[in-house]
């Protein structure tokens, strides 16, 4: 049978590196090939390759049985090759439908004289498809799993021979990821390749139907999805075993007898934007030592409640009681939790330019926040040639160790974190989840760390309080000692003994029988 | 992060740089043979077909007539009248002409500094011994003109159309009244400025509306903006209408031959060469010098394509006060503007 | 790569780039390139004296408009209006000197320096306003700021300020205790182009040592950023970016009054505030290669004068040849981003 798609000894290197050392990599025709990897192993690489955003420095790449030599995205296009990248490429303040429009422009021009209603179109794809989307709204003001909706049906509305999808759960609520795999088998099943790279050993294993692990730019296994476990594709990924995140720290292991006082406390808040409420009279008190963990389909109400603990957003009634301090890790890491043309040192420095021990009189302590920076580095093990790399040209899970890392360090009583291992491998998800664990159970805030020797200490006399906000339940359930869920900007609390994946799953849906959380 | 600059580096090759380029010019002496130079400095383009034209004409003629080595500038602004009258006195020219008031100050500054240099402001207000105000007395050509224009109105209203208001303009157009009155005496005149010496549309505008409150002859003092003055004249001719206009500063009879009764000229080119004759036989300095009909530098031109609008009689009649011009006889309003302190008046 | 050089590279590769464009067109036009050039050279470096009195005189507007270009679009402030703030300083730095009933210069320059500076942020505080308060984009307003203030500068020319006898739409002269001494014996360079260097070296200072600077950098390269994760309101520091960019553009506008023209008339810019983008973008935002980009604007535009002086090019080729350089700038800038950015990562 003919492979939807072909790679022969690719070989890709950026500078010094090599980003792919002779990979040969075949896609068959209706078969969902999951393609794994930890940061920087090759796997972005391969499919941007693939959708002719990269040339390759050596060997050949066939589609469809033919060889190609792909100049551009438009090029692969034509052949039939689409791509739904991490970061979507939607313009935000087109609507849904007009965003479809402007891909597939060449559909929709008026070329030929039947002119057809593109909307009935784009509305039948869908509906063929079972996919959900909101069509007239402008994307901006849609959530993430909605806006990732429309990037499939945007690559799906004309003859697709491959689809690649960089990271796509990444983003999504368990329901969502379960609707965005219906969906991919569908597509298969008419006989398009799909290649799902991901992160996510399980999810993988759920619907691929053969897996490639990538390490350091080489092909170390290909395989199919039957035939191997999480186990072991993680010691492939790694090159050694390691063990699987979390269940270090159970749920309900939090601090006992009398309640300490709360860090902050949220009474009645509401936050309205236009006539539309964000967040309805949410109560809510965070106590130092505790992971309050904040489940619920994105599109909530969560980035708000995140605003308003962060002490960004005023609420517009009730009372928000917050500490000096709050470190707070978005979830949007590009635009908000980092400046791409800054160096590494640039973007530490968020968390230190008001503080007086980085002054020198008038001046920044440039060579402090260096120094800072090199330690975060070693600590949050981030992978760059040096501090004063520019955070642009980092990998994600790089670039969210630097956030991450930085938050930490930021000497809060209190931590929100949103997603806050989106996009990161095993390792670095073990690393994150275990210092979030860490840092709420002792009073060694990272920021002391870094204040042993050059800082005076304004060290928290408390463990931090700390939010997490996350859309993976397993997360949230490995992590938290007391568990709320958003809907449709109301925090309901979920009761111990019902923090279970189904009872809190069941919440979330909740959510969604009544009407989506539009 | 940044790193300190360097700035000083490049400031060290842009001196290095100066130096070599310091000792090439000295091996080009710019005053070696006592060819006289002269410049001419002009702070519009001499593509106007106008006033800075007539100046570049008349620094050609120099050139032309006396043989001497000629340059021109267009400066832009004040700041570079001060460099460049500096340039040239340094390059050894001699006579340097500021073809405007606005040159003035400058001039004053650099006729300090370069006592053996005579400097000619077009225009000027501050005479010294080598500082040299040309004062074109255009008024005496504009006040011709009025008679003509007293003679022609049948409404016995009429317009003027000026540019920026500055003396010499406002000067030419109290001429112009005086002498639309000395005709006609219950005569009444219009006047605006656009503000703009180049810009049509304004002056057509401004025309326009002169035109349309009763005004039936007009004159202008505009630079490339009389295009537009003279188009409202002629619409205003075929909408049935008996309108005449008048040219300024050139002869503009032929620009507009359907419409122009007549143009007060100024002869540039001719007053410039006769400035740098007396220049070169040394009798130039101290005093303005005069620039009137007498000398021939303006005088009032009927457009040989409407012979017959303005009577015969009129026609003499001007011829006469011509006459009493040139011999001292009568003395044309003008707009005093040369300053107190050195009050020299004309050269008689 | 070093980041201060690259500009000053950029700026180098263009010019000779221009220069052959140029040589090409002048040799068509019936000039000598040769003859052209070293005309060129001589008006801008010829002598120590020309350097001093014409180039660096020429490019002391462009240097401190040019700063505050360069500052305001650092936070991303796209302040088109140096020209209109530039002649409010002017205006206010005359009406002090003028009206002011002092005449020691120790009080005189500090007092005519400061109402020059305070005019010119008022100009830049009205668009401020309008785009923090009301969202209303700066490009438009500050450009409109110009013609009201242009418009503002004629009318009190022809006006309240008018020179005392009325004849000429100019003030009166200065009084000698406002004029700026001269920096160097014999020369018209004046204190003005000392103070454009300070103030340089102070904004670089301030963008890459503070933490002020740090943070107008950041609102510049994205406010969100800025807001979520440096915590702090990007109002205030565009606030800060627009006063102190008009109070820069300002001082251009009073100290070439002071130190030049000795007297304000319609028309006192041919354009300094719209140049200075240009020196502003061509030395990447840098303060300290915008002196170097203002100094090399200036050349260009004494050597200009001596090209029609000692060449006999008309002054239409002059800027002709201004408007190539620019061109040519922002060719080799982008060829150079796209060499240097060819990586990717994944």
Partial sequence: ?518 | MNHPPTTATLLALLATLACNVDRKQDDVPATDPPTPHVALLTSGPVSDAGWHAGAYEGLQLIGDSLGFEVSHQQTRTPAEFDEAFISYAEDGYGLIFGHGFEYQDAASRAGEQYPDVTFVVSGGSRPSANVVPLLFHLNEASYLAGMAAGAVTAAGIVGMVGGVEIPTAKGTFVAFEAGVKAVRADAAVLETFTGDWYDPSAAKEAAAAQLRQGADVLIHNLDAASFGFFQAVREAREGGSEAWAFGMNRDQNDVAPDVIVGSAVINIPAMFLRTATAWRDGTLGGVAEYAGLRVGAVEFVPNPAQEGVIPPEALARIDEARQAIIAGELEVPRIEYLEPEDDDPPSP | MNRTLTPVLTATAALAATLAVAAALLALGGHSPGAVFAALLRGAFGTWDRFFSFTLVRATPLLLTGLAVALAFKARVWNIGAEGQLHAGALAGVAVAILLPVHSPLLVLPATLAAAAAAGALWAAVPAAMKTRMGVGEVITTLLMNFVAVFLAQFLVQGPLQEPRGVFNQTDEIPLAARLPALLPDTRLHLGFLLGIVIAVALWLYLTRTPGGFRLRAVGASPRAAEVSGRFRAGPVVWLAFLTSGAIAGLAGWIQVAGVTHRMYEGLSPGWGYTAIAVALLARLNPLAVVVTAIVFGALSAGGGAMQREAGVPEVWVRGIEALVILAVLTVDRSWQVLAGGGSRD
Avoid: C
Wanted: glycine fraction near 12%.
């Fill in chain 1, 1 to 518: 049978m003919t492979a939807a798609a072909r790679l022969r000894g690719v070989t890709r290197r950026f500078g010094a590196v090599t980003a792919l050392g002779e990979v040969d990599f075949e896609l068959a025709p209706g078969e969902i090939h999951g393609l794994l990897g930890e940061n920087g192993a090759g796997k972005t690489t391969l499919a941007r390759i693939l959708a002719g955003l990269l040339a390759p420095d050596a060997g050949g790449v066939e589609i469809g049985g033919r060889s190609v030599a792909l100049r551009s995205a438009r090029e692969a296009r034509a052949l039939g090759v689409a791509m739904v990248h991490q970061h979507f490429s939607l313009v935000p303040r087109f609507t849904g439908l007009e965003n479809i429009a402007l891909f597939n422009a060449g559909a929709w021009t008026g070329r030929g004289t039947e002119a057809p209603d593109y909307r009935a179109l784009v509305r039948a794809r869908a509906r063929e498809l079972k996919l959900e989307v909101e069509l007239d709204a402008p994307v901006a003001g849609l959530g993430v799993g909605e806006r990732q909706r429309i990037e499939v049906l945007k690559a799906l509305m004309s003859e697709t021979g491959v689809l690649l999808l960089d990271e796509p759960t990444a983003v999504l609520a368990p329901r969502e990821v379960e609707g965005l795999f219906a969906v991919l088998r569908r597509v298969a099943e008419a006989g398009t390749g799909i290649v799902l790279v991901a992160h996510k050993l399980d999810e993988v294993l759920a619907v691929a139907d053969r897996v490639t692990v990538l390490r350091r730019g080489r092909r170390v296994l290909t395989e199919e999805a039957g035939k191997v476990t999480a186990a072991g594709l993680a010691e492939a990924m790694v090159g050694e075993p390691v063990g699987r995140p979390g269940r270090e720290h159970p749920p309900g292991r939090g601090p006992r007898g009398l309640e300490p006082e709360p860090v902050a406390t949220l009474e009645g808040v509401t936050v309205r934007s236009g006539g539309t409420p964000l967040l309805r009279d949410v109560d809510l008190a965070v106590r130092p030592g505790e992971i309050l963990g904040i489940a619920g389909v994105d599109g909530n109400g969560q980035r708000t409640l995140a605003a308003v603990l962060a002490g960004i957003r005023t609420p517009d009634k009730g009372t928000a009681t917050l500490p000096r301090e709050v470190g707070w890790i978005p979830q949007d890491r590009g635009e908000e939790g980092l400046v791409n043309d800054f160096t590494i040192i640039e973007n530490v420095a968020f968390a230190l330019h008001g503080k007086a021990a980085y002054r020198r009189g008038p001046w920044f302590d440039w060579a402090g926040v260096e120094e800072t920076a090199g330690s975060l580095m070693r600590e949050m093990d981030v992978r760059a040639e040096s501090p004063e790399t520019t955070a642009g040209t980092l990998s994600g899970g790089n670039q969210q160790r630097v956030v991450a890392g930085r938050e930490f360090l930021r000497s809060a009583e209190m931590l929100v974190a949103e997603s806050p291992t989106r996009g990161l491998d095993v390792k670095a998800t073990v690393a994150v989840r275990a210092r979030i664990a860490g840092l709420a159970t002792t009073p060694s805030a990272g920021a002391r760390e870094h204040q042993t020797t050059r800082r005076p200490p304004a060290a928290p006399k408390r463990p931090p309080g700390i939010v997490l906000i996350s859309a993976d339940l397993d997360e949230i359930l490995e992590l938290s000692h007391r568990i709320a869920v958003m809907v449709r900007g109301r925090l309901i609390p979920v009761p111990r003994d019902r923090h279970t994946r189904t009872a809190i799953g069941e919440l979330m849906l909740g959510a969604q029988q009544g009407g989506g959380p539009r």
